[in-house]
């Protein structure tokens, strides 16, 4: 499938309106037009914040909260977010290119034509998150807990998943097939809506054959 390639900063469609953020984020904070540049924020408190038309570049996040907070038209490069509470957040046309999601708590949200670029998400909790438009490009989700949550028109082209969970997840026209590794942890009962290829099915036929209960046995 064709994906759209990384966009470059100054490709921004809002580039030229950006200017350097000097203070610290606040809890529902409204954040319009600004370059995020080579810093790094511990335990900040933005949740319930606006980020609308802003990038992020070189940004690391030590915990903090960002809770129900909504990023529209958000770019951000080379982030990290370590132990960051996203849950509840709203995500819209938004981009994301080597950035680094560990142990981030994103469970609950909602993204909606989301790019995320060669990107690392570590023990990430996508539980009951409702994720349309999404893709995945040359990622690595690793232990990621996608439990309860609805995917809807999402794709992993050039992407490792690595012990995902989708325990009672519902999925539509979701696409595995580009995925270069797929290693599901729980939850293969729930891949109904989910288009895989040959290989594939032969990678997951153990654990199919397991949640329907066949015994196989060759002699």
């Not at 990430?124 to 893709?135: E, F, G, P, S, W």
Request: aromatic share 10%; with cysteine.
């Amino acid at each position: 499938m064709r994906t759209r390639a990384p966009r470059d900063l100054a490709t921004l469609p809002f580039a030229h309106r950006l200017n350097p953020f000097t203070g610290e984020i606040e809890r529902s904070g409204t954040y319009e037009w600004l370059h995020f540049e080579g810093r790094t924020f511990d335990d900040a408190e933005g949740s319930s914040s606006l980020f609308s038309e802003s990038a992020f570049s070189s940004v690391t996040f030590n915990r903090g909260r960002f809770r129900r907070s909504r990023f529209d038209d958000v770019w951000l490069h080379t982030v990290r977010m370590v132990g960051t509470n996203l849950a509840e957040t709203t995500w819209l046309d938004s981009e994301c290119t080597a950035s680094i999601f560990a142990g981030a708590e994103v469970h609950g949200a909602e993204m909606r034509r989301t790019v995320f670029h060669q990107c690392k998400f570590d023990s990430a909790n996508l539980r009951a998150a409702t994720l349309k438009d999404v893709t995945f490009v040359d990622c690595l989700l690793r232990d990621v807990d996608f439990s309860g949550a609805t995917l809807n028109g999402v794709c992993f082209p050039g992407s490792t998943l690595d012990g995902a969970r989708f325990d009672k997840a519902t999925l539509t026209a979701v696409d595995l097939r580009e995925a270069t590794t797929l290693r599901i942890a729980s939850g293969t009962g729930s891949l109904s809506g989910a288009t895989i290829s040959t290989t594939q099915l032969f990678d997951l036929a153990p654990l199919l054959a397991q949640h329907v209960g066949f015994t196989v046995k060759d002699d």
